[in-house]
């Protein structure tokens, strides 16, 4: 169970950096390369059982980690 947190965590840190970066100024491509990369972490998260679906903006499974 404590692997499988720290998992979630990573992911969910993962979540949180594209947000934030997707929020500067970045040409068409590296907002793809994030949207796409953003879509990964919040796929691992529900396979791992994070929520019973991906969470939107990630409090839900911060406050399942806290």
């Given at each position: 169970?404590?692997?499988?947190?720290?998992?979630?965590?990573?992911?969910?840190?993962?979540?949180?950096?594209?947000?934030?970066?997707?929020?500067?100024?970045?040409?068409?491509?590296?907002?793809?390369?994030?949207?796409?990369?953003?879509?990964?972490?919040r796929f691992w998260i529900a396979m791992l059982g994070g929520s019973s679906?991906?969470?939107?903006?990630?409090?839900?499974?911060?406050?399942?980690?806290?």
């Amino acid at each position: 169970m404590d692997e499988k947190i720290v998992r979630l965590r990573a992911h969910q840190r993962n979540i949180d950096r594209y947000q934030r970066l997707l929020k500067t100024k970045l040409s068409e491509l590296e907002s793809e390369y994030l949207e796409r990369r953003l879509s990964e972490e919040r796929f691992w998260i529900a396979m791992l059982g994070g929520s019973s679906s991906a969470p939107s903006n990630g409090q839900d499974l911060r406050a399942t980690l806290e």
